[in-house]
């Protein structure tokens, strides 16, 4: 049907084109040919919802093509028509429709689509508790909706499905393919084969009841369960054949097939007329022995599954043939586990491994079907089967017992197993040799249809927009932004993209730096009010998975810092908001604080820092004693080395020169001393940064002569780099902080109202040139913040200060402006897309990247 | 066709005029401050200037909506319970469970409800036949409109059964049915108490013989039958077989499609797919079948994929819509699925009203009039009860309903409905809803 249309749609085309062309020469009928033009139109609307089914051909260039009957054809090609194989063969000698789509698959191998000629994919685990049930399909229970992607992911396309594999007579099996929408057209063989199962598996069914519980009562009683058939392999096989005499005696005569068409015996006794195939799984000697006499007995075609005892029959196998359909054999290996090999069969003392099975039976003419072990095993099909070739088989042969002989013995090679012109196009697209340690699935094709495609994850990600404001008061108009991995590759109007990047675009939106929050209460998944030490690391404590992390970010805060809000000094430090919180720099600062009684904490203060200042000194000396020791030791040893005189010196004879130079420096230099070094006091660790200026001071003070205060501790007296936090009353003293260099972070109430009038600190700091961040002092509410400065940028403040006092300025006086707060290549890939100009009352969020990885996105 | 006594109960209105009011009859455009005359139980004259007549009573509907009654096209209530324990059952009729007095029909009058096809439940190999009935009266013979409305075939197998098995059985009883069918004419052609075959002497080999496997599906367990008995057993089917009356076939999962298409074609009978809400999977088969279908009240539910763990929202009419299959809807049927169904638990809104499942498929894209024609006029013909109910036509039942405001909405609520021109729901009546407002009134403080 599908046909049909496409070739209406196509005459439809060519008669548009003609009439499109008279109707430009001025031809009459105009109305007659516009209405033939909608309609046409229309149908090409209707096909282009399906282009996978529009008619033009396909062709698929590769390196190599297996055809799975023959050797290999190097740089080949495969021609596809509505899922058919039209043509294959060498590029040179094949040609290519004009009109076919050519898919270039470069150095790729293609092989057909795997063939498993027995797998449980049906339903499993719910046999039947009657042991001869030969009416029952193993179709009715395979699901077409299911998710085979694994086993397409192995390159397998097309399977045998067992309808049961507990009982003696399970049913019979059906043939599938893995891929496609018609369940109808995916059905190659609806009833493939009677299974039998010989072995151990069949020897324990239910007992049940027989007849069937009726009424009960004291004539009558409840009589008790029976065993249904045999224990024993004997019995099985005489029931077996009592059963198929009857089946085959009964199927003669019509009126009883007639009467009972789908009851077990009209089912057994289809199955075995005309040559029907029956399949046993006979893993000992005795079980392949009565598998063969059941097959010559009743006249049916044989399919052995599992003989893995086929040694005695070594010199027998080139009789198979008439009674043989095939045999069936596992690797019996799972791959990448260990396994018990079975203790030695008694008929068979010696044990044979699968590979030399398949050579002897491929010798005697017999088709080989290899299969995994367990259908968990299918995605690894082809490592399995490569195995084999261990038993000194060829790649051919390999994939031989992976294709052909497999479609086959399942009498499905009309459609599939090979590819050849005619058959249905199933392949597998590998990126090297059918049997080779490192190949890979790249993709499967069904019908021609993609029915699996390998994903690699994409190593970059391109982010386009249409202005980028790096933080740093620079604007990209029409810029991207190249990720790779959690760093930024590059940035400007026309970066370089890799070819397996993820392009996103947003054309009019604005991509800014990832925020800062100076201070807040995430990252432990509550507050932290109680004093820290000061040897804690708090970057260790962070905990991931904070539902407020997750709130946090939505409003493009992407690194914050944390620290105990207790009066004691405390490590502070700076992290980012991504799924797992990652450390920027622990600690990033010490934090103070200058509030309450201020003679007492000055008094406290001045105690705590002279002793850090004591500690750090102690150190700095010791270092830089250190440093001038080393020094001075190098120099020793060059020298010592020069002096002390080298074993082959007496022989040395022929450099008088040098020995004149180096006499004069005969008196012996002292080795000097190496410093001692002071004793590591835990809690004072983290001075040593502060005062070596390595990381700042941030001071909570708010009032104006707590301001006063802390830049007279910090600033003057022990000359550290400070931040003040809230410092509420800064607009009084702005010049102050500007003339000792101290930055401030403004918040959490950012425009305060005092003595009846607005005062927008963040502006008064910017028009003074004191560098400024901004704080929350919030968890969830980080979220906000942004809307916070919004309301600052309404009443005065630049919307670039703004922007820089929620990115650039804070990372650069907390020192952590090497890897965030900018856009720039190198930085880390912290970043925030807004649907407009930052700042703006319309402008939203529209995802937020922390370290390359996209942790919100609006719903938009 | 089994054509309605009226009841004696009709008398007392007998002649109704309703009058104001926009009314909207179905596959016809609406008619705003139209007027409908009822006669006899039925619609007489449906218009805008139409005289009415002085002996006739006046509901006056200014200001609301007129609609023809709702109708379920698949419902397993009504009776004391959907399932018989027994797996193959074609003989029995739900006409036979139904108890006119439960609560579940007042919640349909309650909700403009007013025929309903009681289908037994999806748990039975073949659940026996399905019935179309009014949904007000005191004794369900009075309320029948057509008595063998359909069997009710399952795909779902049983605790511990296969589908393998399941549809051998199925098989095993179509094919029963089949040669019932062909060989009525002269004797029984069923199988009869005398061994079919000589059975093999290996004493061992007992499930050799058909007639001895131990059948689940044999209702009175071994006992032998009498050729009466299977004719009675099997007479159902046969009609199917013959076309007289349609299957519904359960199908749980998106598999038992196909399978459900390959029995109806196979078996050449008429069938309806009641379809569980995986097998959108399906939709595209479903479409190309042509058959009527009935979805399972789950319309929006959330599937997780299994090897990436990622969340995907599935919206089962959307599916449906988008492959062009027309769809109709069934209602939660858990006991007491109600407003009311506990005391001291809050009053749920959701896939246990039919209205409420219409204005799913109008959030998620299907047009007003479509979704309307789903719960009134599609129901009506698939059940074969389309000249008797479905729309605001002349000389069908006048099965109305008189909403408050515009049909779909969630503020509107049920006025009047009423069955055979009797008016059998009254807002200011329900005395039950009363009391439930009054609760939340007293809860909201």
């Known amino acids: 049907m599908i046909g049909d249309t496409q070739m209406k749609n196509e005459e439809c085309k060519m008669k548009n084109e003609k009439r499109t062309a008279r109707l430009l020469l001025g031809n009459l009928h105009f109305s007659f040919f516009t209405f033939h033009f909608s309609l ?118 097309t399977v045998q499905i067992a309808p049961g594999s507990r009982r003696l007579m399970p049913g019979q099996g059906a043939v599938v393919k893995l891929a496609g929408d018609d369940p109808h057209a995916r059905t190659l063989r609806e009833r493939e084969s009677l299974r039998i199962l010989l072995g151990d598996l069949f020897k324990s069914p239910p007992r049940i009841y027989e007849p069937p519980v009726g009424a009960v009562s004291v004539d009558k009683p409840l009589e008790p369960t029976r065993q249904q058939l045999a224990a024993s392999l004997a019995s099985a096989v005489a029931g077996l054949r009592a059963t198929m005499r009857a089946a085959t005696e009964n199927g003669t005569s019509t009126s009883a097939s007639r009467k009972d068409k789908n009851g077990p015996v009209a089912a057994l006794a289809e199955c075995l007329h ?30 052995l599954v599992d003989p893995s005892a086929l040694g005695p029959f070594k010199e027998q196998l080139p009789t198979w043939k008439e009674t043989v359909s095939g045999v069936i054999l596992s690797a019996e290996v799972r791959p990448g586990a260990v396994s018990d090999v079975p203790v030695p ?36 099909t082809l490592f399995l089967a490569g195995l084999f070739t261990s038993g000194g088989l060829s790649s051919q042969q390999v ?92 940035l400007g109007r026309d970066v370089s993209i890799p070819a397996d990047a993820v392009i996103r675009r947003y054309d009019r939106a604005v991509i800014v730096p990832g925020l800062m929050d100076l201070s807040t209460g995430l990252g432990l998944g509550g507050a932290l009010n109680t004093p820290v030490a000061l040897s804690t690391n708090l970057g260790e404590r962070l905990v991931s998975g904070d539902p407020a992390v997750a709130v946090a970010r939505q409003g493009g805060v992407t690194t914050v810092l944390l620290a105990s809000t207790a009066p004691a000094a405390s490590p502070v430090v700076a992290f980012k908001l991504g799924d797992k919180p990652r450390v920027v720099r622990d600690p990033v600062a010490i934090r103070f604080a200058v509030t309450g009684n201020l003679t007492q904490q000055a008094t406290t203060l001045r105690g705590t820092l002279q002793a850090a200042r004591a500690y750090a000194e102690g150190w700095a000396r010791y270092e830089a004693a250190l440093a001038e020791y080393e020094q001075k030791k190098k120099e020793f040893d060059a020298a010592k080395s020069k002096t002390a005189p080298p074993a082959s010196k007496p022989a040395d004879s022929t450099k008088p020169e040098e020995k ?32 070596a200026g ?15 205060l802390a830049v007279q501790i910090f600033r003057d007296e022990f000359k550290l780099r400070t931040v003040l936090l809230g410092a509420d009353d800064a607009f009084r003293l702005a010049e102050l902080l500007a003339d000792k260099q101290v930055s401030v972070a403004v918040g959490p109430e950012v425009v305060r109202t005092v003595e009846r009038e607005p005062v927008n600190l963040a502006q008064i700091l910017a028009n003074r040139g004191v560098p400024f961040g901004f704080q929350s002092k919030a968890t969830t509410g980080v979220k906000t913040l942004p809307y916070a400065v919004q309301y600052a940028v309404r009443r005065g403040l630049g919307a670039d200060d703004a922007l820089a006092g929620l990115t650039a300025s804070p990372a650069k006086f907390l020192s952590i402006d090497n890897k965030v707060g900018s856009l720039a290549v190198g930085k880390d890939a912290d970043l925030v897309v807004l649907s407009g100009s930052p700042f703006e009352l319309s402008t939203r969020v529209l995802a937020v990247m922390i370290d390359g990885e996209w942790v919100y996105e609006s719903e938009e | 066709v089994c054509v309605a006594v009226i009841t004696s109960g009709v008398q007392a209105q007998e002649q109704l005029a309703i009058k104001g009011g926009r009314i909207v009859p179905i596959g016809k455009a609406p008619i705003d401050g139209g007027i409908i005359l009822i006669r006899d139980g039925k619609i007489q004259a449906v218009g805008k200037d139409l005289a009415i007549p002085s002996d006739y009573q006046v509901i006056d509907a200014a200001g609301k909506v007129v609609l023809p009654g709702f109708i379920e096209v698949h419902s397993s209530r009504g009776m004391d319970q959907a399932n018989e324990r027994n797996n193959n059952v074609p003989f ?50 009075q309320m029948i409109v057509k008595r063998q409305a359909g069997i009710k075939i399952s795909l779902k197998p049983g605790a511990n059964r296969s589908r393998m098995s399941h549809l051998a059985s199925l098989r095993k009883e179509f094919d029963a049915a089949r040669d019932a069918l062909g060989g009525s004419s002269g004797r029984p052609a069923i199988a009869t108490t005398e061994r079919p075959m000589e059975t093999p002497k290996d004493d061992e080999i007992k499930t050799s013989d058909p007639t ?149 498929a109008v959030k998620y894209g299907t047009p007003v009039p479509e979704a309307l024609e789903a719960i009134t006029l599609r129901p009506a013909k698939l059940l074969g009860v389309d000249a008797l109910a479905g729309s605001i036509e002349p000389g069908k039942d006048a099965d109305l309903v008189i909403l408050t405001g515009d049909p779909l909405k969630i503020n509107t609520w049920v006025q009047t409905t009423l069955v055979r021109g009797k008016v059998v729901y009254e807002r200011e009546k329900d005395r039950k809803l009363q009391h439930l407002l009054q609760q939340e009134k007293v809860g909201s403080k």
């Open chain 1, 40 to 157: 046409c139109f229309s149908v090409v609307l209707a096909l282009g919802a399906t282009p996978a089914l529009a008619g033009d051909p396909q062709a698929y260039k590769a390196a190599r093509i297996w055809t799975g009957d023959g050797p290999p054809i190097a740089n080949g090609v495969l021609v596809v028509r509505d899922g058919k194989i039209i043509a294959v063969g060498s590029q040179k000698s094949v040609t290519v429709p004009e009109d076919a789509e050519v898919h270039d698959l470069g150095s790729a191998t293609l092989i057909p689509g795997l063939v498993i000629a027995e797998t449980t994919l049906g339903e499993r685990g719910k046999d039947d508790e009657r042991a001869l049930t030969p009416e029952f399909r193993a179709i009715d229970g395979f699901d077409f909706y299911g998710d085979y992607r694994s086993a397409l992911s192995g390159g397998v396309t």
């Open chain 1, 399 to 490: 994939l031989q017992m992976l294709t052909l002989h497999p479609a086959e013995l399942l009498g499905v090679a009309d459609r599939v197993g090979s590819l050849t012109a005619g058959k249905e196009a199933d392949f597998v697209v590998l990126d090297g040799e059918p049997v080779g340690t490192h190949t890979r699935v790249q993709a499967v094709y069904v019908n021609g249809q993609q029915a699996y495609t390998a994903k690699f994850a994409a190593r970059s990600t391109v982010i386009q927009a249409g202005r980028i404001f790096t933080g740093t008061g620079e604007v990209v108009a029409r810029g991207s932004v190249l990720v790779e991995g959690s760093t930024i590759r590059g």
């Open chain 1, 274 to 303: 005309n040559g029907g195939r029956v399949r046993i799984t006979a893993p000992g000697a005795a079980d392949i022995r009565a598998a063969l006499s059941l097959a010559r007995e009743f006249n049916f075609r044989l399919i």
């Open chain 2, 212 to 360: 001895q496997q131990p059948d689940p599906d044999t209702p009175e367990g071994g006992q032998p039958e009498s050729p009466v008995d299977v004719a009675v057993r099997r007479e159902a089917l046969v009609r199917l077989l013959k076309g007289d009356m349609p299957a519904f076939i359960y199908c749980e999962a998106a598999m038992d499609v196909p399978q459900a298409l390959k029995l109806a074609a196979e078996y050449k009978f008429k069938a309806i797919l009641v379809l569980g809400h995986n097998c959108y999977k399906a939709a595209k088969l479903v479409a190309a079948s042509k058959l009527p279908v009935v979805l399972d009240p789950t319309l929006v539910f959330w599937e997780s994929d299994p090897r990436t763990g990622d969340e995907k929202k599935i919206v089962v009419p959307k599916i449906y819509r988008e492959a062009g299959v027309p769809m109709t809807f069934e209602v939660t049927g858990i006991a007491g699925g109600n407003l009311f169904r506990a005391p001291d638990l809050p009053a749920t809104l959701g896939s246990n009203f039919l209205w409420y499942q219409a204005a799913t």
């Open chain 2, 92 to 141: 029995l009729s739900v006409v036979d469970a139904i108890d006119p007095g439960q609560e579940y029909f007042e919640d349909c009058r309650r909700n403009g409800v007013t025929s309903v096809a009681i289908v037994p439940g999806d748990d039975t190999m073949i659940g026996g036949q399905a019935a179309v009935i009014k949904t007000a009266g005191s004794f369900v013979d």
């Open chain 1, 660 to 691: 004149k130079a180096d006499a004069p420096k005969k008196e012996e230099p002292k080795a000097p001393e190496a410093p001692r070094k002071p004793t590591v006091t835990e809690a004072m660790e983290p001075y040593r940064a502060l005062f």
């Open chain 1, 694 to 708: 390595k990381i700042p001071a941030l001071v909570d003070a708010r009032r104006a002569d707590a301001i006063k």
């Open chain 1, 345 to 380: 069969d008694k008929d068979d003392p010696k044990r044979r491994l699968p590979w030399e099975n398949a050579r002897d039976l491929l010798a005697a003419g017999l088709k080989v079907a290899i299969r995994p072990a367990a259908d968990n095993d299918l995605d690894d």
